[in-house]
């Protein structure tokens, strides 16, 4: 039986987990003086007993004056961190700050301390590293200001106002409808109202209106309502009001159907319907949306659209609407409408996802800000960040640490715990390797690659990023992850918390609750063999594997739509070898969760490092169609691993082409009158770092091979390179072998195709540029 496809590449063992972040010596020397500061000195004025506070102190003038916030702990306990907000006046601009960071939202400012001043002892203060700002314009003390939440002289908050003009504003069968003039304010904005009946909260609302559900037809109701504030203080209660339910005896007639019920705006997964009018011999009291036989949304009568989320990308949905009068007789349904959501990438053409890898800013060199300078994020649709791991002990989404991979690739136990936290969200990038050109501070909450990803973002708002869990050397724990229900839903939690909610770990003064909130729009699964044992020496596999994996996509899916808002992404490196499909792979019950299906597309052949791969004989690692002069029976091609899920029902618009851009490689090759195709070896060739015998990235592989010939087999599309007789031999793609793919997505209609990885492409993103061109955009 042919040996199944090899993984991609892992992390290049031994490589630094951590290196010191190249930091200004002035900030160096900062840091090394607050440390001995905070050890003996304080603050000179006195304390607010009993309270965080922070006092506002400022020098200079109007052209360019220093305004200083010492924050004061008058508490019996010390704090491990503290946060500023307040409004600067109107015509001031902050120009620079020290001992601190902050963010700017017109003239609302929120500080937060460097990571040597953060924690403040009981009775001490950040003096005499305070957070202090360089501004222009008129001199002046800033507004509003909180420390941790409360107001910084340390006075008890006044909560808002009683509403006032209390009022009923509309009653059905079951429904009380109130408004009110808005509560006047305290100290800090209303930010909702609470509806009570007695001391029950019966409503709650954003706004001056409120609907109270469920009541009894034909009965007297007495409400109150209360106004809340942004801190959560409460207000005293409005005067009372009674409202009294509609009497359905009174009225039997329904209203008419409403008409002429359409779509307007439709993405990936929302849809925005509208109708006309319903008319009732008394009146309308509100619109029901049906989706089937579902209620799914309800709207006041005098709001005839709504707009419905959560739906799923690529999908048709049909959906009715029903009028209803104020003793809730139903009208007849809508004439029905259908609509099918947007693809969630692509949407009809063909999508780019490429990968980049945490550790490409060591020995490759290779920064975020090189997918800019390349053209790549440009022409990406999608990156994949690889890799996150998982936690042994816990059996969570792993970061915060910093902890290589052992230097033996065959080590069971080379990526237990490892991560790489400095990389993520630690380093402290210079401008010269920073997206937008400005070099990190070195003590912000968000650095590293994490950070230049959010500048990518900002810059090229269509690009899609995810974080991909697992890959080669961390997939070892997924089978015990996936085992159960109770540890399918607190992985898949911990991963949300993680990267869509952005909770890092702290690492070094970076990293802290949100601080990632918006980098990842979802998550990518590298699981490196459900139910097989042909993954990194010592994974857990097991027989339930297949269906397990089924419930972890599905618990990542619900958990993912429960989060509301833009559809986010979910997606899976998957296998070529038919096999490995059979042993972990339920094709049509995984793809009802997964937006895309990344099909592995190399590795088909090839010789590692540690020469237990296929060192006695070359052979293509990517090629299309399957090579009739293989020696090896059945042997693997793309197409034979894309016919595999077509065959099995998968949409051809979920799943992409796995590209390699990097070239598998042996040496000592004979010639055998056919370039060294299928031809004896001695191992894997040199690679392009010392630890990766047999693999080079293909920028790396053709100006670094010396006397490398480049061939192309037109049957089976595979490029190959050889030296000549008792050479090396390379099998790789190129932009001819690339160009040819693309024209078999393109016929096969498929969703696009997929990078390992983003770093062996050219200065210029040749290869790229190849793809790009041969998928028509």
């Not at 620079?96 to 203060?125: D, K, W």
């Not at 209106?209 to 809340?228: C, W």
């Not at 052949?605 to 540690?610: E, L, N, V």
């Not at 993103?765 to 998928?775: E, F, I, K, R």
Request: charged content about 15%; overall charge negative.
């Amino acid at each position: 039986m042919p040996r199944s496809p090899r993984p991609r590449s892992a992390p290049p063992a031994g490589r630094p987990a951590a290196r010191l972040r190249r930091r200004l010596a002035a900030v160096a020397t900062a840091c090394a003086l607050a440390l001995a500061g905070l050890a003996g000195l304080s603050a000179p004025a006195a304390h607010a007993a009993g309270a965080v506070t922070a006092e506002f102190s400022s020098t200079g003038s109007g052209s360019s004056w220093t305004g200083t916030y010492t924050v004061k702990n008058g508490t019996s306990s010390a704090i491990s961190t503290w946060q500023l907000e307040f409004d600067l006046p109107a015509g001031v601009k902050i120009t620079s700050e020290t001992y601190g960071t902050s963010t700017v939202t017109g003239q609302h400012v929120v500080a937060s301390p460097a990571y040597y001043n953060a924690a403040v002892p009981a009775g001490g203060s950040t003096y005499p590293y305070s957070y202090t700002f360089t501004a222009s314009g008129p001199m002046s003390a800033p507004t509003g200001c909180l420390v941790n939440g409360d107001k910084c002289d340390g006075s008890p908050a006044v909560p808002p106002q009683a509403p006032t003009g209390v009022a009923v504003a509309d009653a059905t069968a079951h429904t009380v409808t109130l408004k009110w003039t808005a509560a006047a304010l305290g100290d800090f904005p209303v930010a909702s109202y609470d509806v009570l009946q007695g001391s029950t909260v019966v409503a709650s609302s954003a706004t001056t209106s409120a609907t109270v559900q469920n009541l009894a037809p034909a009965t007297a109701y007495q409400f109150t309502v209360r106004a809340k504030d942004s801190r959560g203080n409460t207000g005293p209660l409005s005067a009372p009001v009674t409202a009294t339910t509609f009497d359905p005896a009174t009225d039997r007639i329904p209203p008419t159907a409403p008409g002429n019920l359409r779509a307007g705006t439709v993405t990936s997964s929302t849809v925005q319907l509208s109708w006309d009018a319903a008319t009732d011999n008394n009146r309308v009291a509100a619109y029901d949306v049906y989706q089937g036989t579902a209620l799914v949304a309800s709207t006041p009568a005098d709001t005839r659209t709504a707009t419905l989320t959560g739906l799923a990308p690529a999908t048709a949905y049909t959906f009715t609407v029903k009028a209803r009068d104020l003793a809730d007789n139903p009208s007849p349904a809508s004439s029905a409408v259908t609509v099918t959501t947007q693809e969630a990438v692509g949407n009809g053409g063909y999508a780019k996802v490429g990968y980049f890898v945490q550790w490409g800013i060591y020995g490759r060199q290779y920064f975020v800000k090189n997918l800019d300078t390349s053209g790549a994020a440009a022409k990406l649709d999608v990156i994949n960040y690889a890799f996150g791991n998982v936690d042994p002990q816990n059996l969570t989404c792993l970061n915060g640490v910093t902890k290589a991979t052992t230097a033996d690739p065959e080590d069971p136990g080379q990526g237990d715990g490892a991560g790489d936290a400095e990389a993520d969200y630690g380093r402290a990038f210079p401008a010269a390797q920073s997206v937008d050109g400005q070099a990190d501070d070195g003590w912000g909450k968000l650095r590293g690659n994490f950070n230049q990803l959010k500048e990518l973002k900002a810059k090229y708002p269509h690009l899609k990023v995810v974080m991909s869990l697992g890959g080669w050397t961390y997939s070892k724990f997924f089978s015990d992850v996936a085992a159960t229900d109770a540890s399918r839903k607190k992985f898949v939690s911990s991963c949300i918390d993680m990267y869509i909610k952005g909770n890092l770990p702290s690492y070094e003064g970076a990293g802290g609750p949100g601080v990632a909130a918006g980098i990842f729009d979802g998550f990518d699964i590298d699981w490196e063999w459900p139910g097989s044992p042909d993954g990194h020496p010592g994974n857990h596999y097991s027989a339930n594997d297949k269906a397990n994996l089924t419930a972890l996509l599905a618990e990542f899916r619900r958990q993912l739509d429960a989060l509301g808002g833009d559809h986010l992404l979910l997606t899976a490196f998957t296998p070529a070898d038919p096999a490995k499909i059979a042993a972990g792979w339920d094709l049509p019950q995984v793809s009802k969760s997964l937006d895309i299906e990344n099909v592995q597309g190399y590795d088909f052949h090839g010789s590692g490092s540690d020469n237990s791969w296929e060192p006695a004989r070359t052979g293509n690692q990517a090629n299309l169609y399957a090579d009739p002069t293989s020696p090896v029976p059945d042997d693997f091609s793309v197409d034979k691993a894309i016919r595999t899920y077509l065959d099995a029902g998968v949409s051809p618009r979920k799943l992409t082409v796995g590209l390699p851009f990097y070239g598998r490689g042996w040496q000592q090759v004979t010639d055998g009158g056919v370039h060294g195709v299928w031809q004896p070896a001695n191992g894997a060739a040199p690679g392009q770092f010392a630890e990766e015998a047999g693999t080079r990235g293909y920028s790396n592989l053709v100006t670094s091979v010396p006397g490398l010939t480049v061939y192309h087999d037109t049957t089976s599309v595979a490029t190959y390179g050889y030296t000549g007789n008792g050479g090396q031999w390379w099998s790789f793609d190129d932009a001819w072998s690339i160009g040819k793919k693309a024209q078999y997505i393109t016929s096969e209609h498929l969703l696009g195709a997929m990078i390992w990885e983003m770093s062996g492409d050219t200065p210029n993103g040749s290869l790229l540029t190849a793809l790009t061109t041969g998928l028509g955009g």
